[in-house]
């Protein structure tokens, strides 16, 4: 594999003063792991909503819904809200959140009673509607998670670039072929002195030019 050039820009981006703002990020996941139930779940609905739609306009729909609202808006008002803000998939998304709040209120002691992070993501991929490997790896690293990788298109689109992986044709992955990139990029992180959470920062950086969540 041919990652000489991406582990250059990586650790040219460590080098500059983009990290203190990556620590920083990295930071606020760790501090947003402590919140109430509340909280955790008003970022649950934003991984789901984030499924096969854009996060930048994600976080939008996030703080313009609120907390308050992913608990208690109807399903119907939910959708329609969602769909007034742009959402691809209002309803469908409006039907994950509502059977997803069952787990509102002891999110935080759910995520503290699982061992590890791969069973962390088993648990939120098999029980949450709307959650696959990718989500679920995606709430947990939001929430102070180190060692699970988030695998998008971007992602897929930057290794391909530099032939770490032959580009799927599909962006649905299977769940092997999902822990399969995740030990490609798992091996890129010790190489750069990194875990998991902070190189997909990096890499989003890298491939989008923004640093988001």
């Not at 460590?14 to 955790?40: A, N």
């Not at 992602?155 to 530099?162: F, M, P, R, T």
């Amino acid at each position: 594999m041919d990652d000489l050039k991406l582990l250059k820009q990586i650790q040219k981006l460590k080098d500059s003063d983009i990290r203190q703002k990556i620590g920083r990020r990295i930071s606020e996941f760790k501090s947003l792991g402590k919140k109430s139930d509340v909280i955790l779940f008003s970022e649950l609905c934003f991984c789901i909503l984030t499924a096969n739609f854009t996060a930048e306009k994600t976080i939008k729909i996030q703080n313009e819904i609120g907390s308050s609202g992913f608990l208690n808006l109807p399903e119907r008002k939910l959708a329609n809200k969602l769909k007034s803000l742009g959402h691809r998939y209002p309803n469908t998304r409006a039907k994950y959140i509502v059977e997803a709040r069952k787990f509102a209120k002891n999110l935080g002691q759910l995520v503290k009673s699982q061992k590890t992070d791969i069973e962390a993501r088993e648990f939120f991929a098999e029980n949450v509607k709307g959650l696959g490997y990718k989500e679920a790896s995606h709430f947990l690293r939001n929430i102070g998670f180190e060692n699970l990788a988030i695998i998008d298109f971007h992602i897929l689109d930057l290794l391909a670039k530099h032939n770490l992986i032959k580009k799927p044709k599909t962006k649905s992955l299977t769940k092997k072929n999902y822990l399969e990139f995740e030990k490609i990029l798992s091996n890129l992180s010790k190489k750069v002195s990194l875990n998991l959470a902070e190189l997909d920062v990096y890499l989003w950086l890298l491939e989008t030019g923004k640093v988001l969540k």
